[in-house]
């Protein structure tokens, strides 16, 4: 399916866009991280990488909708 | 009251804001731009602000529910910058007031911590011969 | 800073006095008046404040002396009243920064308590049916 | 000795002046405790009754001299 994919902070700079569509071969987000894996490598470098489905973290299992506003969450630095 | 802004913060209309006729106190937490990073032992010249604007004030609500879930809060107010700031500039400012005062510290301390920890904002250090986005890395 | 004052208290004067470029976190606690006496179930329809002044200061100096001793303090100030105020008034203001935000908690959080323990400030609650000075009998 | 004696909150209103002079028979704070009771037994009943010598809480044991700032602190209730 595709998605696009909202990105934020170092997020941004590694895959260069803030908004970035993405092919994946499952529907779930474990297959959306696998996919940004392979074509980001710089991303697990990071300390950690949350990613937020329609302005909630979720969990690997959840499956993802086409419409659903998904969004990377590279460590956050507020305060 | 949540704010998120790239204008200069105004701290007193947040104070106004978490002010109650039956609170005693009211703790403010204002978090500044230091002009030094101690451990990189670099001079800081400005933190450039970013956030994920529609879950960044859903994720505080939730902090905020949690909080009055904890502490007998009358009112509050939080904004956060999303500007490029200069040191001693204003990051962040918390405000909440409870009957007595404990309750104010615990309550704002709890809500800064749970803030920086899971509110998806995020800052970029611009020091003189480099920049950095704070925490990315190990 | 340290100011007795029988005019209004202006927080944003305090908090700026109590600012410092090579500090992250700022403190302020705002006391204010509350409209209702809980334990007693009675309206508060004012509160008159008296200090023995020149001695205040002092103490408060020498609170102010064991916070810096304790925490890294970078600025602070501090503001009480000796007016007669309505509720939602301003009775006192501290606000103290410090490089990380956890101290400037507990710093300030450490003077407001020494501050209602020691300082010879006194305040009297008058009620609709009367009036009594503060904690003076068991 | 003949003091003065500034007072404060509850300990103007039960000894009726902002400062009252006092003739002791010692000269220790024990002493000015003593007179206080006896001429004022209001006081005794309030929760604490310090007394500062210039500008400083004292102990009873000290020494008073004519020329000390003496005055009365009765249970603070500041902030």
């Given at each position: ?23 994946i071969?499952g529907n779930s987000v474990a297959d959306l991280r696998r996919e940004l894996s ?13 990613i ?6 979720s969990e690997d299992e959840m499956e993802l ?15 | ?138």
């Amino acid at each position: 399916m595709q998605i696009k994919v909202k990105t934020f902070g170092i997020a941004s700079e590694i895959m260069s866009g803030k908004e970035v569509v993405m092919e994946i071969s499952g529907n779930s987000v474990a297959d959306l991280r696998r996919e940004l894996s392979r074509k980001y490598p710089s991303l697990d470098k990071l300390n950690s990488l949350f990613i937020a489905v329609n302005r909630n973290y979720s969990e690997d299992e959840m499956e993802l909708k086409e419409t659903d506003e998904i969004a990377l969450i590279p460590p956050v630095s507020g305060g | 009251m949540i704010e998120l802004t790239d204008k200069f913060i105004d701290v007193s209309k947040i104070i106004e804001a978490a002010k109650h006729p039956s609170a005693g106190g009211l703790n403010v937490f204002i978090g500044t731009v230091r002009d030094f990073h101690a451990k990189k032992n670099k001079r800081v010249v400005r933190l450039d602000y970013e956030a994920y604007e529609p879950m960044a004030v859903a994720e505080i609500q939730k902090i905020m529910n949690d909080a009055i879930a904890r502490w007998d809060i009358k009112a509050w107010a939080i904004s956060h910058s999303v500007a490029k700031l200069l040191p001693s500039e204003i990051a962040v400012v918390i405000a909440v007031s409870t009957a007595h005062r404990k309750a104010s510290f615990e309550a704002c301390q709890f809500i800064i911590d749970q803030l920086k920890a899971r509110v998806p904002i995020w800052k970029k250090e611009i020091f003189e011969d480099g920049e950095e986005w704070v925490s990315a890395h190990p």
